[in-house]
């Protein structure tokens, strides 16, 4: 099998595929210089325009979700869910809480804080509350045992590592405070995947990425 992923590294959701790849030790190429567009050319291999995606033998699959579901199936060998079916479920949901519930809901802002426009301040109040309904669920399935779904690493923990500080960044820049103030086991929490060779990799590549970006 020929695997490239194509995104870019300061790219929360690229940076969770290749947590996954690393992770499970898949052989792969790297393209890190795809950005999102709605040209035609980029729609033919990315429909909805996004990245991350992932060739497969020229077969190209698109939703981050979806391409480390893919992995997982292709690459049983060092596996990023539990056996038990529930337990397997427990994993999607805490997926679904942060990147459903909580990023895409902080994305809403991120046009504010971090690209330099402006948000509503009606977005901002819609934002602030959905946002500590996504907490609160998140923070009653988090079981930081030391993974976030228990004694072993899953999928959840890419997602909650590259999601995370994105979100608490952003809460902080929006509304002047630490999102996670009521889970104070997140800090020690992301330090501790941090220590992974694999997530460390990502981390560095991603300030180096960033940095990269901020100097053009
Ligand atoms: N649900 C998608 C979200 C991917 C996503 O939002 N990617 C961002 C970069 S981090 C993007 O391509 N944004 C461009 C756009 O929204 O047009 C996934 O999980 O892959």
Known sequence: MAIKLCGFRVSN???KVRLALLEKGIAHEEDDTCKPSQ???FVERSPVGKVPFLTVDG???????VICEYLEDAYPQKPLYPADPVARAKVRELIDYIELHMELVARRIYPEVFF???VSDETKKEVERDLAKG???FARVARFDPYIAGKELTLADCSAFVNLPLIS???KLAFGRDMFEHLPQVKPYLKM????PAFAQVS???????EAATRK
């Open 13 to 15: 959701y690229h940076n």
């Open 39 to 41: 040209k035609d050319e």
């Open 59 to 65: 077969a190209v699959i698109t939703e981050s979700q």
């Open 116 to 118: 330099g426009g402006q």
């Open 135 to 137: 907490l609160r669920a």
């Open 169 to 171: 960044m952003a809460g």
């Open 193 to 196: 995947l941090g220590e992974r």
């Open 204 to 210: 560095a590549d991603r300030k180096a990425a960033t």
